[in-house]
């Protein structure tokens, strides 16, 4: 018991147990529905493509979340301008949209003038989290539950047969654009503990996992929530053990968790799974 | 329930498209009285699923004008709906007392009663648990229906059906079919099958434009046939036609 409770023993773990609890509160309920709506890229892309906009606020040494909140802006500002081209089509569009802000991003974190905190920005900064923080992650964990609730109905009718959504009272472009807008909420938020290239861990595996385990939607968003939240801890407790960095660990564990579930799922089920992992993510948690 | 006797659905020189300066149909004019099953027939791109879209509001209209009592139940094709997703059955048919539960209440309980009933209907109460996703294509088609039946609406939109469903399920879809009439709602039936259009109330033939419109008789005659598939209609060995669509037929 105690070599799982060391970890928490100082106020700065205690903290960031406080922020992946919370964290995960908001990425795993959402998470579900990103995978059911089959928007991973979207999730990946939208945390990528913010990379110039935490670099710019690091540089005016202004909080990180208006950074996040200006590169998402811009990044579905690109994407948006880039699409218009019909000879491209959607997917290269956010492709050279995310690929471009990324590499803009690294540019100007590498640059001279700039801070050394370019590790902060891609990994984030789990045992470095301020009351403001903590805050931020508070309010994003209340936010989405409620949203979801809200939402409950109208994003069930739309993943499971968009055709009819309309019809049956929920136009499909409306609450599809309003999942995008929780995730990029989410995102902001999240970023600051996760960073760029971890983010996306936290909000898709656990979602990825409970779907594979249960066949019910509400039994999928609950485990979803205690996965995530799970990962965070597991993984705090990993990195104070194996002084391993922290945003890496609560990766990997979100990433062990879908593995699991897998294997679970394999033992029991017939059929292919419902869900898959971008195969990128595993690349990242590395 | 009944409707008798008024115009339910009413089309008059409808022409509309999704991209800009190109209608996907035209020229489009019929109307629909309660207690009354139109087919419509049309190859695949003719326009079946555009005038769907058209009377349930997704189609952005050009020429024309399109009226529908209250908001149309839209059965889509099977494969459209997501096997994936984690639901089942009885879940489903739920979904059609969303519109007008608010979110913050459950679903109520008549309504749970009505969804339970709505599966008897179509043949599946003892499958009410089973993930969506695990039934078998007919079985699915049907809860998709007792869907659209708990949506209570006058005019019902189904798409293509019949294609591909075993036969009991096909006959247990067509025994609803001629239930509905006789409550006089207004049932819209996409279908490629002539035979079946000749036991219905109307027809209405499209190829990206209305060819024929009227009562089955004076409608489904070879020329009109050959106008609305071209090339699709093909001569069976016993004087009737079948109609190719991708990789299979049907007979007429």
Known sequence: MDWLLDPFSGAIGRRALVEVILLGLACGPLGVWIVLYRRSYAAESISHGMLPGLVLAALAGVPLLLGAAGGVLLCAATITLVARDERLGGDVGVAVAVTALFGLGAMLALAPAVPPRLEELLFGDLLGVSSGDLMAAGALAAAVAVALAVAFRPLSLVAFDAASARSLGAPPGRWQLALLALLAVTTVVVVQGLGSLLVVALILAPGAAALNVTGRLPAALGLATWLAALAGAAGLVISHHLAVAAGASVALCAVAEWVLSLLAWRMHAPSPPSTALPADMFAQAR | ?252
Request: contains cysteine; glycine residues 12%; aromatic residues 6%.
């Open chain 2, 1 to 252: 329930m009944s409707r008798g006797g008024s115009r339910l659905v009413e089309v008059s020189d409808l022409g509309g498209g999704y991209a800009p300066g190109a209608e996907a149909l035209s020229d489009t004019s019929f109307a629909v009285e309660a207690g009354m099953i139109l087919a419509v027939l049309g190859p695949n791109g003719g326009g079946k699923t555009t005038l769907f879209r058209a009377l349930l509001g997704e189609l952005p209209i050009r020429r024309g004008h399109v009226e529908v009592r209250g908001r149309p139940a839209y059965v889509p094709q099977t494969e459209r709906a997501r096997l994936d997703f984690p639901v089942s059955a009885v879940e489903v048919v739920l979904m059609g007392a969303y519109g007008r539960t608010a979110w913050y209440r459950r679903v109520a309980r008549a309504d749970r009663g009505a969804a339970n009933a709505a599966l008897e209907r179509v043949g599946l109460a003892d499958r009410a648990g089973v993930r969506f996703g695990q039934l078998s294509g007919g079985q699915r088609q049907r809860v998709l229906i007792a869907r659209a039946l708990m949506q209570d609406a006058a005019v019902l939109l189904l798409d293509e059906p019949l294609s591909g469903v075993d036969t009991a399920s096909a006959e247990r879809i067509e025994t609803l079919l001629s239930d509905l009439r006789g409550q006089g709602r207004a049932v819209l039936v996409a279908t490629h099958d002539v035979d079946q259009a000749r036991r219905w109330d109307r027809v209405l033939c499209l190829s990206g434009r209305q060819v024929a419109f009227g009562p089955p008789a004076e409608t489904l005659t070879t020329s009109v046939l050959r106008a609305t598939y071209g090339a699709e209609l093909v001569e069976l060995d016993d004087g009737r036609y079948g109609v190719r669509v991708d990789h299979h037929s049907h007979g007429t």
